[in-house]
């Protein structure tokens, strides 16, 4: 986007999170709701459902660079809409990299205005993920009948389609998955809501059961054959994303912890004149310097259109690790008023913990980074 068109938009943005949004943090947590009603005409007006959606289909059309400051301060604000803004915007970009022509006319200006949503459904109770799914698509005349399982699937109280990533041809190794738009009301596919999350509180979860559900053929991501290699390309990327979670809730955790330590005082002096307060205090700062700047490097890459495996899963590694030990040490620095509702430090450090696991867990990612770097990958 042009940049000062881009400085208008974020100034928009950063001020309805905090004039509009903060607020409204107690009643979320409390209610474990983001109301649609209430908030999806909001994320409409401020231009949040189509970040980045090419101007072209009526989105903003942001870069890496452009779009990572905004998710980073949604961040800080409240750690369940950054859920389900993050989903909808990672599958609207897997939709531009992946789509067909059509699917990308059709599909993307009503996700740019949110008028519909698209949910990422990979992960299955009772396998890995890649290419140890389950689910199934048989292709029969010019439709698929999918039959499988799938869970811990985001905003689907109320994405119109999830994109169900199962076997077209289960003797075709990586070239035999598909991703396939399923929509809500297809017959054969039923829903149920997990129970409450530990944290990112009002971001929706849902159990999806096909049963010989029967979807047109043209409803295919891309070509048959396109998953595996699309739902890799859209989690590389999200990783990046998810790092940037993580350096929104150590942001706003390092700032708590520094208001706090200056107002807190205990035998006559603020806590901020200790020597272990302020070793607390550059820990986290050190964690959130080093994150930011994996993350600038990581973008700029994006940005220049390179493939970043390695990068994309260190960040996110890194950065899951980081908001974990700066969430523990703000709460450490707050005392025993900070594992209360009453202190924001509660909420951060719940929140910290699902940037662990989206895209992917750690294990998981440094597999990734081991495998890429033994077969030659150079660190530019
Ligand atoms: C709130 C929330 C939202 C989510 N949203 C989505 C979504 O929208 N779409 C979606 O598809 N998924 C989503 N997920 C799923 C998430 O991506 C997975 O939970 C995560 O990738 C871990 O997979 P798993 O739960 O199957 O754990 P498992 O794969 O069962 O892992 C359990 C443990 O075993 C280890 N492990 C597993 N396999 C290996 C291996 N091969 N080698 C070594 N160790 C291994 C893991 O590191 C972990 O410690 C979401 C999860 C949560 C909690």
């Known amino acids: 986007m042009d940049p000062e068109k881009f400085e208008a938009l974020k100034a928009d943005i950063f001020d309805f999170f905090w004039r509009e949004l903060d607020p409204a943090v107690p009643e979320i947590e409390k209610t474990g709701r983001i109301a649609p009603e209430v908030w999806f ?17 009526g989105g903003s059309g942001l870069t890496m660079t452009q779009y990572i400051p905004i998710l980073v301060e949604m961040s800080k604000v409240h750690g369940g809409v950054r859920v389900l803004i993050h989903v909808h915007n990672s599958m609207s970009k897997g939709i531009v990299r992946g789509g067909r022509d059509e699917q990308k006319k059709e599909l993307l200006p009503k996700i740019a205005t949110g008028e519909i949503s698209v949910a990422f459904g990979l992960t299955e109770a009772k396998s890995g993920t890649g290419r140890d799914i389950k689910t199934t698509a048989v292709r029969q005349g ?16 109320f994405a119109d389609y999830i994109a169900v990533y199962c076997y077209t041809d289960k003797n075709a190794g990586s070239r035999g998955i598909s991703g396939i738009l399923v929509h809500r009301d297809t017959p054969g596919f039923t829903l149920e809501p997990h129970k409450a999350l530990l944290g990112c509180r009002g971001s929706s979860h849902g159990i ?23 739902a890799l390309s859209m989690l590389e990327t999200s ?14 955790a390092l700032e708590v912890a520094l208001d706090f330590s200056k107002k807190r005082v205990t035998f006559g002096k603020a806590i901020a004149e200790r020597e272990g307060v302020r070793q ?18 990581a973008c700029r890459k994006i940005d220049q259109g390179r493939p970043i495996p390695v990068e994309a899963s260190a960040c996110k590694t890194f950065g899951a690790e980081a908001v974990c030990r700066v969430t523990e040490t703000a709460l450490q620095t707050v005392g025993g008023i900070g594992y209360t509702a009453a202190h924001p430090i509660e909420m951060l450090h719940r929140d910290a913990r699902l940037n662990l696991l989206e895209e992917g867990t750690l294990t998981i990612q440094r597999m990734v980074i081991a495998r890429a770097m033994l077969a030659g990958y150079e660190l530019t």
């Open 208 to 230: 999806l059961t096909f049963k010989d559900c029967l979807v047109p053929a043209d409803m295919v991501i891309g070509r048959e054959g396109d998953g595996l290699e699309h």
């Open 239 to 252: 990783r990046v994303f998810i790092a940037a979670s993580s350096l929104g809730t150590a942001e706003r």
């Open 280 to 297: 607390y205090l550059a820990d986290m700062t050190i964690d959130v310097y080093a994150l930011r700047c994996m993350l600038d490097d």
């Open 142 to 157: 010019d439709h698929y009948v999918i039959n499988g399982e799938k869970h811990l699937i985001t905003n689907t109280d």
């Open 41 to 57: 005409p909001k994320f409409r007006e401020h231009g949040l459902w189509g970040l980045l959606i090419p101007e072209e289909y």
